[in-house]
């Protein structure tokens, strides 16, 4: 039986610099986003979509919280909201 207790959570991000136009997202900042996230311990899964800004996260929630997830996207330069959490 498997312990895993996994939640998904998506976010709106923008980069906390940024006027908000379009032009700095790019594949490489979504990919260097998703690699940052998906290095913290706990994290299964991690989809970026550097066109709306949103960002997916599946996760175990006995090893790390949301509130440990939106640090590290504020430490990175970014605001988040949260979207939607469920179970996944």
């Known amino acids: 039986m498997d312990d895993l207790e996994t939640e998904k ?3 709106k991000t923008a980069k906390k610099d ?3 136009c379009s032009t700095c997202a790019s ?3 979504a990919e ?3 690699h940052a996230l998906a290095r913290l311990p706990g ?3 991690v989809k970026v979509d550097e066109v709306t800004g949103k960002v997916t996260i599946e996760y175990d929630t006995q090893k790390i919280t949301v509130s ?3 640090e590290r996207l504020d430490r990175l330069g970014y605001q988040s909201e949260i979207i939607s959490r469920g179970i996944s």
């Open 9 to 11: 959570i998506i976010l």
């Open 32 to 34: 260097n986003l998703k």
């Open 18 to 20: 940024c006027s908000g």
């Open 27 to 29: 594949d490489l900042e």
């Open 68 to 70: 440990k997830i939106t």
């Open 43 to 45: 994290v299964t899964k």
